[in-house]
């Protein structure tokens, strides 16, 4: 059967992971959040007081990006890829509300998005590729065969982030949460440089109020229709 690519775009918080990650297991397909490889990036920045008091210090940044290995292996426990960054494992450390509050400044400088871009189209070269985040099928992947575009209430989106978080006993409190959610979404979608927007070409899905398993049901059937055109 022809593997093809599919790109999953959408606002923060809106259960793209967990749809993409659910559909390549299902059809056997690599699965990647490029969100993650842009925490990896604000984690690093965080972690090597690159950031400092909310300032990027970017020609630092820019100088050490060649430091920044980033690498995904697949953790069979959680049935999904871990990301990993020089070796060592940062799943956890990425998904932080700090990590959360500095990642979108981050990724919207030119020489981060530079890099990742390349890296994700290199991982996708040979297709049989689910990847997820905010420009995969306008400047990733402009030729994957399926594309969605996904999006739900903010008010929905900072819930469920909310649920996530505490389920990890990490302390928040919402008011902060649908604050970070409702900064994001301003700046993904106003950068200058490939900014959230729907591809022309691409499926929406407004999952606010539907079960995972509606969603995943969705879209197999999405999914099915791409493979038999
Ligand atoms: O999981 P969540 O929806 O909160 O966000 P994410 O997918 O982990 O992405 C974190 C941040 O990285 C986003 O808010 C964007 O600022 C940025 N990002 C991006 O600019 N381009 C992508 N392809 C993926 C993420």
Same mark, same amino acid.
């Given at each position: 059967m022809k593997k093809i690519t599919i790109a999953v775009d959408g606002f923060s918080s809106c259960g793209k992971s967990t749809m993409a990650k659910d559909l390549a297991k299902e059809i056997g397909y690599v699965y990647v959040d490029s969100g993650a490889m842009y925490r990896t990036v +604000?984690?690093? !920045? &965080? =972690?090597q007081g690159i950031i400092k008091e909310g300032k990027i210090d970017e020609d630092?940044?820019?100088?050490?990006?060649?430091n920044i290995n980033i690498s995904f292996h697949f953790n069979p426990q959680r049935g999904r890829p871990d990301t990993y960054l020089n070796g060592q494992c940062v799943e956890d450390r990425i998904r932080t509300l700090e990590v959360s509050n500095h990642v979108?400044?981050? +990724? %919207?400088?030119?020489?981060?998005?530079?890099?990742?871009?390349? @890296?994700?189209?290199?991982m996708g070269e040979e297709g049989g590729i689910i990847m997820d985040g905010r420009d995969i099928g306008t400047t990733v992947f402009p030729n994957a065969e399926l594309k969605?575009?996904?999006? /739900?209430? /903010?008010?929905?989106? %900072? @819930?469920?982030?909310?649920?996530?978080?505490? %389920?990890?006993? =990490?302390?928040?409190?919402? +008011?902060?949460? &649908?604050?970070?959610?409702?900064?994001?979404?301003?700046?993904?979608t106003h950068r200058e440089i490939s900014p959230l927007c @729907? /591809? !022309?070409? /691409? &499926?929406?899905?407004?999952?606010?109020?539907?079960?995972?398993?509606?969603?995943?049901?969705? &879209?197999i059937r999405a999914y099915q229709h791409a493979i038999e055109k």
């Amino acid at each position: 059967m022809k593997k093809i690519t599919i790109a999953v775009d959408g606002f923060s918080s809106c259960g793209k992971s967990t749809m993409a990650k659910d559909l390549a297991k299902e059809i056997g397909y690599v699965y990647v959040d490029s969100g993650a490889m842009y925490r990896t990036v +604000a984690l690093y !920045a &965080l =972690e090597q007081g690159i950031i400092k008091e909310g300032k990027i210090d970017e020609d630092r940044l820019k100088q050490e990006m060649g430091n920044i290995n980033i690498s995904f292996h697949f953790n069979p426990q959680r049935g999904r890829p871990d990301t990993y960054l020089n070796g060592q494992c940062v799943e956890d450390r990425i998904r932080t509300l700090e990590v959360s509050n500095h990642v979108s400044p981050i +990724a %919207a400088l030119g020489f981060v998005r530079e890099e990742m871009v390349r @890296q994700q189209q290199r991982m996708g070269e040979e297709g049989g590729i689910i990847m997820d985040g905010r420009d995969i099928g306008t400047t990733v992947f402009p030729n994957a065969e399926l594309k969605i575009f996904v999006t /739900a209430s /903010a008010e929905i989106r %900072a @819930q469920r982030r909310y649920d996530e978080l505490t %389920a990890k006993g =990490e302390s928040c409190n919402m +008011a902060d949460i &649908l604050r970070n959610v409702e900064e994001r979404d301003y700046i993904d979608t106003h950068r200058e440089i490939s900014p959230l927007c @729907q /591809a !022309a070409d /691409a &499926l929406v899905l407004d999952n606010s109020h539907m079960t995972i398993e509606e969603q995943k049901q969705w &879209l197999i059937r999405a999914y099915q229709h791409a493979i038999e055109k």
